[in-house]
């Protein structure tokens, strides 16, 4: 009897769409859109507006089981056809039509629009969250707020659900109309939502970027939709509790969880499914929790959650590009949003969703996929051959906004055979290892041409070790093997600081090899170097660091026993202190026609107080350490009374993004101060008469 009212319950898709239509979920979906654009306008606001999208994960996991429950069909390739026929028709045109707009309106704003190009064709595949994770993307870092597709990362999460899900419902016989079906399905997403939940938790305190972008952490999120959807469906004592909870109350929980600051980011993820759950089951017919979330207004914004998720990120990107976003701006960004969003939702996401694209559901899927690749090749368009007739920008010193590791004695760039001509074999092109992808197994010795990556000038060396905080001065390096008489060796690997941690293995392994190196190499009056990128949190507005950047900072026993080894040899340290670092990117804060000169203003200056604040524990260890080791300190000349910028006074670029250093800053006005510091602690051992005129000389030539 209970089987027999199950089928009659869900027999086809028209008959399902009409009776068992629930507009309250709707209405959940317009508050988790409505808390995810409030913290996306601003994160002070709601820190955990974010939630949202875990509200959307749940609702699809209950929505998609039931639209596979009850729909018999011959074998599992019609089941899939079927099943992906509808889920094109119902996520792809809209997200074309929004990749397509916003690709070219960030290229007539964005120079270099690659990273927002490249997110958006991995977005209309369904990776954007693997590109993402990829590129080790901090999706709370201000620096993504100017991808205009970073937020389709949630979109990549569904479509690699939809790909495993369906297939489960079909083996565990649910999608076969099977007695045991719903029971099997229920205890294969019992199984695998905990080991999904566990390793949410664990990698969160390990590895945050992929216990948020991964799809397995997140299958959890979505298990409880289903898994809330199969218990409804066989009605106990419990469910029938959950039922009497006034939804009202469960809905000011939800939101007092979406007030929580982000460090309790896991309790309140948890919580806010658990939250999410039990409104699902106790919104009916005859509370005040079901009239709200049943008013026409705010089942309209459900209806258009999509479209409008879409495209306020589109909206808040640009803006951030072009006017900023203001007290004043809010308004018109917001109209906007909604402007585009019904448009989409009225004109290609509803017509397209209901209208029969094929007879056959196997073609659907083929007009599908044809348009996504056609719209991926347009975009590949843009990011090369194209790109450069649509940007409109008029910044007249946008060519020094290089790293180019190589300059001449006019700041110019240097080409390789000009570096020939001159007998510097030194290129630094494959001087800076990235450590993505190193293979660490097997190097008996160094596994750099260690001779390319030199300057061999003069009879005393300067070692320039570190991560990607000693390659940015490496402009800084040629000068002074150029200018100095000196040679210069210099290797750096980004991520990993020096000397080695063993707090990271791998890191540990290549700067081990690189000390071996380096203490094997130096002679007498040798001076070796040392910058690292150290952990920061500027004002709140930059996240708290990451564990791995904590464990990686290095101690003043580090540093402290890789100095008494080069004092043992006759040699030096120098130890460069933290450079300024900033929430947003140069890009932000670059004025132009289109970009008010207050657009990120408060962002892209820091005071030199605010910035010691944050780097608390590095001045502490440099406190420790001077004046056994010698400390260079370039805030001195990079930050004017007291004040740090990314662009000079007269608005040139001292940053290529947030905090790595361009040749201009290296230039004009690193290298001099960096010559001067050297003489004042009489670190040059061999430095002649005609080089000493060159350092007095005024060498903005």
Not at 191 to 200: C, D, G, R, V
Not at 263 to 276: D, G, M, P
Not at 545 to 568: C, G, H, M, Q
Request: net charge neutral; proline share 4%.
């Amino acid at each position: 009897m209970e089987a027999l009212r199950n089928t009659v319950l869900i027999t086809s898709t028209a008959q399902e769409n009409q009776s068992s239509y629930r507009p309250e979920i709707d209405g959940i979906r317009a508050l988790a859109v409505t808390a995810v654009i409030i913290n996306h306008f601003n994160k002070d606001l709601l820190p955990s507006g974010y939630l949202g999208v875990d509200i959307f994960f749940v609702i699809s996991g209950f929505v998609i089981t039931s639209s596979l429950a009850g729909r018999p069909s011959g074998n599992l390739r019609d089941f899939l056809v079927g099943f992906y026929a509808r889920r094109i028709k119902r996520l792809v045109p809209a997200l074309i039509l929004f990749v397509l707009v916003t690709s070219f309106f960030i290229c007539l704003f964005n120079p270099s629009p690659v990273v927002s190009l490249n997110t958006g064709i991995a977005a209309l595949f369904g990776f954007a969250n693997l590109h993402l994770l990829r590129d080790s993307t901090d999706y709370f870092a201000a620096a993504t707020e100017l991808n205009t597709f970073t937020h389709t990362w949630s979109l990549g999460v569904e479509e690699q659900f939809y790909f495993l899900f369906p297939l489960l419902v079909w083996l565990t016989g649910f999608g076969r109309l099977t007695t045991k079906g719903p029971r099997n399905l229920f205890w294969v997403m019992v199984t695998l939502s905990l080991a999904s939940l566990i390793s949410f938790v664990y990698l969160y305190q390990t590895n945050q970027p992929a216990a948020y972008f991964l799809m397995p952490t997140r299958l959890w999120e979505l298990g409880a939709g289903c898994l809330l959807f199969l218990s409804l469906k066989h009605s106990d004592r419990f469910s029938r509790a959950l039922e009497n909870i006034p939804p009202l109350i469960v809905t000011g929980a939800v939101i007092v969880i979406l007030f929580m600051t982000f460090q309790f980011a896991v309790q309140a993820t948890v919580a806010v499914v658990v939250l999410t759950v039990v409104l699902l089951t106790c919104l009916r017919s005859g509370t005040a929790g079901y009239d709200l979330f049943t008013h026409p207004q705010v089942v309209y914004v459900g209806q258009v959650s999509y479209s409008l998720y879409l495209w306020h990120w589109g909206v808040l990107s640009l803006s951030r590009w072009t006017i900023g976003i203001h007290w004043w701006s809010v308004p018109f960004q917001i109209a906007l949003m909604l402007l585009l969003s019904l448009i989409s939702y009225r004109y290609v996401e509803l017509p397209l969703r209901r209208a029969d694209w094929s007879t056959v559901p196997w073609q659907s899927i083929g007009y599908g996929l044809g348009a996504i690749v056609s719209t991926a090749i347009v975009l590949i368009g843009l990011t090369r051959p194209f790109k450069k007739y649509l940007f409109l920008g008029d910044y007249p010193y946008r060519h020094l906004i290089t790293r180019s590791r190589n300059t001449d004695s006019n700041g110019g760039t240097r080409t390789h055979a000009q570096n020939s001509r001159d007998k510097t074999p030194y290129t630094g092109a494959a001087c800076h290892l990235d450590f993505k992808g190193l293979d660490f197994e097997g190097w008996s010795a160094f596994p750099l041409p260690v001779n390319d990556c030199r300057i061999a000038n003069g009879k005393q060396t300067f070692f320039f070790v570190g991560n990607s905080h000693t390659d940015h001065f490496r402009t800084m390096h040629y000068l002074l093997a150029s200018r100095q008489d000196v040679s210069v060796d210099g290797i750096t690997t980004s991520n990993c600081t020096f000397p080695a941690q063993q707090t990271n293995r791998d890191c540990g392994d290549v700067q081990i090899r690189q000390e071996l190196r380096v203490l094997k190499d130096m002679k007498r009056g040798d001076v070796i170097v040392i910058a690292n990128r150290y952990a920061i949190a500027i004002n709140n507005k930059l996240n708290a660091p990451s564990k791995t950047w904590i464990e990686e900072v290095n101690t003043a026993e580090d540093l402290l026993r890789f100095a008494r080894k080069v004092k043992e040899r006759g040699g030096s340290v120098v130890l460069i202190a933290p450079t300024p670092e900033f929430p947003v990117s140069l890009e932000e804060c670059i004025p132009d026609w289109y970009r008010p000169e207050f657009t990120s203003l408060a962002n892209c200056r820091q005071s030199r107080s605010e910035l010691k604040r944050s780097r608390e524990d590095a001045h502490k260890i440099i406190s420790q350490i001077s004046p056994e080791i010698v400390i260079y300190d370039p805030s001195n000349v990079l930050c004017d009374k007291g004040e740090c910028s990314i662009l000079d006074q007269y608005k040139k670029p001292l940053y290529v993004d947030r905090h790595h250093l361009t040749d201009y800053a290296n230039t004009e006005y690193i290298y001099k101060d960096f010559v001067a510091f050297l003489h004042d602690h009489s670190l040059f051992v061999y430095v002649t008469q005609a080089a000493g005129k060159r350092v007095e000389g005024d060498l903005r030539e």
